[in-house]
């Protein structure tokens, strides 16, 4: 696994695309919209900032272009149980700058997946710092986030045995 940053992303959909790019601790990178943004374009946009484990949408029926994003980049899909709401998505994206509603969506949707990851990111951190193993904090993040089989101690092994044979 490379040392990139890892990334949450949000997604709004439609005529008019937005999307945001956080990093794993909810810090913005980029929020953007655009009419002329195509799939390719927006895949190579998002990867340029590091690797993404999370696509967020605001909708609780995952709408086909996010579903299709998630499988390309081989992230996590975050959703709510039902659609967010005007008023829950302006109090996720209170005190960031947006331009327009779909970025607003689109930040919401990321703000939305960090909180819901929040508590399983913390309990890592304090897990690896018990253990002395900081450094292995990406690594065991991601592996936990893609293979929902895992347990805490054993990512960690993984993390390990990978970065053991990355030195060689």
């Known amino acids: 696994m490379q040392n990139k ?28 919209s655009s009419k002329l943004l195509c799939f390719d374009s927006l895949v190579a946009r998002l990867t340029k900032f590091g690797k993404v ?7 609780q029926k995952t709408p086909s272009f996010v579903d299709r994003l998630k499988r390309k980049l081989g992230a996590k899909l975050v959703r709510p149980q039902e659609d967010l709401k005007v008023a829950e998505k302006n109090r996720l994206a ?6 327009n509603n779909h970025e ?6 990321a703000v939305f997946s960090y ?3 929040k508590t ?11 253990c002395d193993k900081g450094m292995y904090g990406n690594q065991v993040k991601e592996l ?4 929902s089989n895992l347990n805490l101690p054993l990512a960690l092994e993984l993390a390990e045995g990978n970065v053991l044979k990355e030195k060689k």
């Open 104 to 109: 607003r969506d689109a930040l919401s949707s």
């Open 94 to 99: 209170f005190g960031y700058t947006v331009k």
């Open 5 to 32: 940053q890892l990334l949450i992303v949000g997604i709004d959909p439609g005529t008019t695309l937005g999307y945001s790019v956080l990093d794993i601790n909810a810090n913005v990178i980029e929020i953007g």
């Open 53 to 59: 484990v999370i696509v967020g949408t605001d909708k």
């Open 144 to 147: 936990l986030l893609r293979k």
């Open 115 to 117: 909180k819901k990851l």
């Open 120 to 130: 399983l990111f913390s309990r890592i951190d304090s897990f690896l710092g018990l």
